[in-house]
């Protein structure tokens, strides 16, 4: 569906809801035990506002994803992307505020921008909303290398396969963990994300395609199997994403296959007075993220920043028209 200005409306009638068994699903299938999706948990948590579950902040990107690809195919924009190699899927996602079960949510994509300096891009602005209010924007771009974290030097890498696994490796600055794909955990994340799991996988012709959001998707579980060996206290001191910014290798998604092993490293970065949220002085506490297949090649790179929920509400609190974009989790 189109607006006048062209713009790609495609939830508006109908809307979209996640319902609590979509989170179930979801948090089941990347192993997130985070208490924020938990049904009796949530209410373990100190001073939490939410009032309930709330959706996982990778299942909104999956969900992102889905609708996207839907744009591509009837913009044929798609082909643009095979033709030109426009190798690397990009996502800029910020989180404005969190969105509870049985709310209708409605997606805007705006027109796609076509920018050939200094390299060929495909851009699109993505706004989610829930009853009046916006619950996350970004951009999704398309590119022919990397956007975030192109940088990063991994060819040093010992082979991760002798590595212990929930180790913390390369002099200490990563920490490791081993995870493996499974059809059905993908097939039941999708389901959960409201993305049509038989346009990825059909037995009967022997299709399967894995989505570019669900290897990344892990890693929500991964920083919370390194909080647990931290001994940090997921119910006093909970933490919530403000930013995802994603960069996936789509060549390398279609090679995975069931039971394959993905690697996943990750970093956190030292706390910085010139890195906080939105201009406030809340610390971020950003993390670098990676995710690599059994030959070191990179599958995704991502940055992801948290802060204390606690921090967030101490500032609204003390300053009433302060906005926090650092509901999801």
Known sequence: ?????????????PLFTFEQIHIEVARNATDDFNLFHDKHKWLEITHNPF?????????LTTFLEYQMRLYREAQHEDQIIADKQLRYSNYQINFVNALRPRQDISLEIKKTLINT??????TNRVTIKSQGKTILLGYKKETQTPLFLADTELSHLPALASLPDKSFVMDGNFFLKRKRMHNGNVKNFLSGSLAEQSDYFDELTQMANYPEIFP????????????????????????????HDISVDRWLVKRIKNNDKIYILVKQLPESKENTLNHTTILLRTYECFGLLENNEILFRMKLNLVPLEEIIKTLSGKKNVKASALAV
């Open 1 to 13: 569906m189109f607006n006048n200005n062209n713009d790609y409306l495609p939830m508006k009638n």
């Open 51 to 59: 009032k309930g579950p709330i959706v996982l902040g990778f299942q």
């Open 216 to 243: 990344c998707s892990l890693t929500s579980g991964v920083l919370l199997e390194k909080a647990l060996l931290e001994n940090h206290d997921f119910k006093s001191n909970p933490m919530v994403y403000t930013s």
């Open 117 to 122: 300096i200094p390299d060929l891009t495909l």
